[in-house]
């Protein structure tokens, strides 16, 4: 029997309780449509792993893609492994077949920290898609394999996905969790390959799942998105003692995907009051070797919809547009009763005031401030008056400052002029423009 890779960074994490975020955005964000050439996944990986400073190996797992798919993937799988190594722990993705797993050893072999993740099917359905068998059957296979990839390098680790295990048998996956563990493999990431999960069920299964496997086996999370509760589902995954999840930036990966990185990172560390409510965890600093850096969340969150066209909408938590802007008067009084936490404290985002159609005077002036124009009250409700007229003929809430800049231009130049006007008028009346009595009368007489 094997014995686990000594010093296995993500076995030792979970064991002292602390979060290992197993990256999935450059290997399952594939599925969502997605290419990130080698370059930028080398990239993508040390800045996660910079999030945690020395630490990075220790909390991040770079899933860095799927040797299999072709001498390009390959190569790029290779790349990161000794260009990001250091900065993350790097892994490739296989499938249970011998050939796959001897490919996946050598693409990372020889880098720090390294390890292959080897997927098997866990129910009975997926057992005979995957691999013509019945899930005992594969399961077992599974354990071979283990042991045949810990004999090509003992260096590297070795981790199996069961896939399908939201419709697998509980005491099955235990058995099999255990045999493979006694095998050499370090996590056994339990999936959700479909996104079926509720809460409950998730909670069900990993409470399940770890009592009866026992002491040693590391179970880790692959919980997909597909009924929006990924998220949900990987806090239950959590509070019954995991601490290895998967996740992508922006949530990309199969479908709908997975948690987004961001997302979980910032909910588990920007408020540790909170943290061992949401993990089961004493304390919120439990989780953490180092705890993660959330002011570079939106810049590489920004890189990754950049390189992959995934947009960044309003409405996407904490690192969309929306975060940080103010577009309405009651929230630009008092900004704070209004946001979960701030902005600009914890993600960097400095505050901005944005021009819609709900626009009250206060916002008005704020913006046109900004643009260097200083409304009079006066001035202020007109200008109100044209963003909302301006917004609904455009069938568009926000109004682009260079025509709200245009308009100014035009409101106070000719405010300005009219200053003048009054100014150099006359202030007293002369002979040629006096009434003379005669009109006077005639004048008072007309009304």
Not at 76 to 97: K, L, M, Q, S, Y
Not at 167 to 185: C, E, P, S, V
Not at 310 to 315: E, I
């Amino acid at each position: 029997m094997g014995t686990p890779v000594t010093g296995d960074l993500v076995r030792e994490s979970a064991a002292a309780g602390r979060l290992v975020v197993w990256e999935e955005s450059a290997r399952d964000g594939a599925q969502a449509k997605t290419l990130m050439d080698a370059a930028f996944r080398v990239r993508l990986a040390r800045a996660q792993g910079r999030m945690f400073g020395a630490d990075g190996p220790r909390h991040v797992v770079f899933a860095a893609g799927f040797p299999a798919v072709c001498g390009e993937e390959f190569e790029a799988v290779r790349r990161v492994a000794v260009e990001a190594e250091g900065a993350v722990g790097v892994a490739a993705v296989c499938r249970a077949t011998p050939d796959d797993v001897r490919q996946a050893v050598a693409s990372v072999r020889g880098s720090a920290h390294a390890r292959v993740m080897v997927v098997v099917p866990a129910s009975e359905a997926m057992a005979y898609v995957m691999v013509g068998s019945g899930a005992r059957e594969a399961l077992a296979r599974g354990v071979d394999l283990v042991k045949r990839a810990r004999d090509l390098d003992d260096a590297v680790a070795v981790d199996v996905c069961l896939a399908d295990a939201s419709r697998a048998d509980h005491a099955l996956m235990a058995d099999h969790a255990g045999a493979a563990t006694a095998a050499g493999a370090g996590t056994l990431i339990l999936a959700d390959t479909v996104g079926r999960q509720l809460p409950g069920e998730a909670a069900e299964m990993f409470s399940r799942v770890a009592a009866l496997a026992g002491d040693g086996v590391v179970l880790g999370a692959h919980l997909h998105n597909d009924l929006g509760l990924g998220l949900a589902n990987n806090l239950e995954a959590l509070k019954a003692g995991t601490r290895v999840v998967s996740t992508s930036w922006l949530g990309i990966a199969e479908r709908a995907g997975l948690a987004a990185t961001e997302q979980l990172l910032f909910l588990l560390a920007h408020d540790p009051g909170r943290t061992g409510e949401l993990t089961g965890s004493r304390t919120g600093d439990d989780l953490w070797w180092t705890p993660p850096d959330l002011t570079r969340l939106p810049g590489i969150a920004r890189e990754v919809s950049d390189r992959t066209g995934v947009p960044l909408a309003v409405t996407t938590p904490i690192v969309g547009t929306g975060v940080a802007t103010i577009s309405t008067g009651t929230p630009f009084v008092r900004p704070d009763l209004f946001q979960p936490y701030d902005p600009e404290a914890l993600l960097g985002l400095a505050p901005g005031v944005v021009l819609t159609h709900l626009a009250s005077a206060r916002v008005v002036t704020a913006v046109a401030g900004r643009l260097g124009h200083r409304l009079d009250r006066r001035q202020a409700r007109a200008a109100m008056g044209w963003v909302k007229t301006q917004a609904y003929r455009t069938g568009r809430a926000v109004v682009d400052d260079q025509a709200f800049g245009a308009y100014l231009d035009g409101l106070t130049s000719a405010a300005a002029h009219a200053d003048l006007t009054a100014a150099t008028a006359p202030t007293a009346l002369t002979a040629s423009t006096a009434p003379t009595a005669l009109t006077a009368s005639a004048a008072d007489g007309a009304r």
